[in-house]
Nanobody
């Protein structure tokens, strides 16, 4: 059963922007803090950004702070990750996570290259 569906990945040039979306059922989104993680080839999965279930608090990985913004629209059952000033080192598969339910999406590839 698919609980989380990511979209919005793709190929972008350095300095460009992308917005990722993660759509979940209302029952999942309303109770869970939500996070975005990423995993590059040969590296461990790392936290990119997290937002509380009410949306009042966010935190970010050191490498993306100031460039990425996580937000949520509970009415649309969607969590977003706005990524600006992308760098080649941001290249990875990005995953959406519902923290308390421990659900993961299937991942969406982001490639930053000229």
């Amino acid at each position: 059963q698919v609980h989380l569906v990511e979209s919005g990945g793709g190929l972008v040039q350095p300095g460009g922007s992308l917005r990722l979306s993660c759509t979940a059922s209302r029952s999942i989104l309303s109770i869970n803090p939500m996070g975005w993680y990423r995993q590059a080839p040969g590296k461990q999965r790392e936290l990119v950004a997290r937002i509380t279930n009410g949306g009042g608090r966010t935190n970010y990985g050191d490498s993306v702070r100031g460039r990425f913004t996580i937000s949520r629209d509970n009415a649309k059952n969607t969590v977003y990750l706005q990524m600006n000033n992308l760098k080649p080192e941001d290249t990875a598969v990005y995953y959406c996570n519902a923290e308390w339910s421990n659900y993961w999406g299937q991942g969406t590839q982001v490639t930053v290259s000229s």
